[in-house]
């Protein structure tokens, strides 16, 4: 059986799972179930929240480049987050991913701003993606553009997030779920 996670509506706060009889049940996007599916294990449901937060005006591409550096922050920093390794009937093993659904949000540039803001006020882990960074080619790079600018003067394009649900949620407040 597979699981579908898909967004419904505007609100983006309500998720889809199929069960083994084929019925559809709304859940939320913080469970998960057991890895025997849906009908064989109580849901597990997390304290937490991984967000991202995108700016609204990226393309595509940046989109997907700007995800990807801002999560890997995330899973090198907190390790709590990353689950245990994985490992095929074939007994081939793979990479431990996150423990946990990663939502996917965007945003104005104003958004941003003022989610990066609440982010510092919450001290919550976090990770910035600047603009400036589309034109650096390397770590040491990226790293002198971002501390070259003040903290109110950074031009974000990213933001992610992870911390208590509720806290998390007010971090992203005004922002909307990734289409």
Known sequence: MQETYKTEGGSGRQSRAMSSD??????????????AGPTAAEPVRFDTRIAVLLRDDLE????????????S???TSVPEVVGEPYEDAGGVPYLPMFRQPVLI??????????AHTRALTRALPR????????????????????RAVPTADLDLVGLAVYGPRNGVDKVL????MHP
């Open 173 to 176: 407040k005004g922002a909307r």
């Open 60 to 71: 595509p591409w940046q989109r997907l480049n700007v995800t990807a550096f801002l999560i």
């Open 105 to 114: 949000f965007e945003g104005s540039k104003e958004t941003l701003t003022v």
């Open 127 to 146: 990770a910035v993606f600047t603009a400036d960074l589309f034109s650096t080619g390397n770590d040491r790079d990226n790293r002198a553009a971002v």
């Open 73 to 75: 922050g995330l899973g």
């Open 22 to 35: 084929n019925t559809q049940g709304t859940v939320s996007p913080d469970t998960v179930f057991g890895d």
